[in-house]
T-cell receptor, first 116, second 116 residues
C-alpha cells in the first residue's frame, strides 16, 4: 500500500518561469487536495478535487495558479510566471470517505519550491 | 469564520513524561471534525488522531489521546510516555464546511522537543 507521492521533491526556478508539480494520491482515494505551507505556518488550503471535478478553486492564490486532475487519478498544480513570494512547500493530500468515515487526509512529502 | 488557535510556539518535555499540546477552535457549525497531525523535520504531515463533534468519548490512538472539551471549544492533544522520535511540529486542524469539501483549516503549530 503506497502513500501519496509528489514529484519533484525540490524545485528551484528563476522568477518568471512556469513550474508544474505532480501528485499521485493513494489509489482508492477519490478526493485530492492541494495546500501551501510557508515557513512557520500551518498548511493553507488551495484547491480540492472529487474524482476529476475541481469543486473548489476560489482559494487558489491568484490566476497564475491552476490545477488539474484529468482522469480522476493524479493531479498537477501549475504556477505561471513565478514570483519570489511563491517560494513555499506545496503539499498534496488525498482522502476517501468510502474507506474511512472520518475522511482523514493523508499527505505526501511535499514539493519545496524556491524562486530566485 | 472558522479558526484554529495554538498558543504554544514551543514545548519541551523529558523522555517518558506526558505532554499536553493546546488547541482551541472557533466555529458556528454544530457538526465538525478535529484532527491532529505531526510534521517531522522531513516535512511530511502524519495523521495522528480524529475527534468528531458528536463523539461522546475522547479519541485515543496508542500513546495519543485527545482531550475534547466542547463547551470550551478546546481539543488538546495528550502524548503519554514521550519518546525522542516525538520531537516534531504538531498541528491542530478542523474540517471546513461548505464548498471546500472536507478541506482542513490548520493552526500555526507547536514545536515539541523531547530530551533524554
Amino acid at each position: 500500500d503506497t502513500g501519496v507521492s509528489q514529484d519533484p521533491r525540490h524545485k528551484i526556478t528563476k522568477r518568471g518561469q512556469n513550474v508544474t508539480f505532480r501528485c499521485d494520491p493513494i489509489s482508492e482515494h477519490n478526493r485530492l487536495y492541494w495546500y501551501r505551507q510557508t515557513l512557520g505556518q500551518g498548511p493553507e488550503f488551495l484547491t480540492y478535487f472529487q474524482n476529476e471535478a475541481q469543486l473548489e478553486k476560489s482559494r487558489l492564490l491568484s490566476d497564475r495558479f491552476s490545477a488539474e486532475r484529468p482522469k480522476g487519478s493524479f493531479s498537477t498544480l501549475e504556477i505561471q510566471r513565478t514570483e519570489q513570494g511563491d517560494s513555499a512547500m506545496y503539499l498534496c493530500a488525498s482522502s476517501s470517505q468510502r474507506t474511512s468515515g472520518n475522511d482523514e487526509q493523508y499527505f505526501g512529502p511535499g514539493t519545496r519550491l524556491t524562486v530566485t | 469564520a472558522q479558526k484554529i488557535t495554538q498558543t504554544q510556539p514551543g514545548m519541551f518535555v523529558q523522555e517518558k513524561e506526558a505532554v499536553t499540546l493546546d488547541c482551541t477552535y472557533d466555529t458556528s457549525d454544530q457538526s465538525y471534525g478535529l484532527f491532529w497531525y505531526k510534521q517531522p523535520s522531513s516535512g511530511e504531515m502524519i495523521f495522528l488522531i480524529y475527534q468528531g463533534s458528536y463523539d461522546e468519548q475522547n479519541a485515543t490512538e496508542g500513546r495519543y489521546s485527545l482531550n475534547f472539551q466542547k463547551a470550551r471549544k478546546s481539543a488538546n492533544l495528550v502524548i503519554s510516555a514521550s519518546q525522542l522520535g516525538d520531537s516534531a511540529m504538531y498541528f491542530c486542524a478542523m474540517r471546513e464546511q461548505g464548498q471546500a469539501g472536507t478541506a482542513l483549516i490548520f493552526g500555526k503549530g507547536t514545536t515539541l522537543s523531547v530530551s533524554s
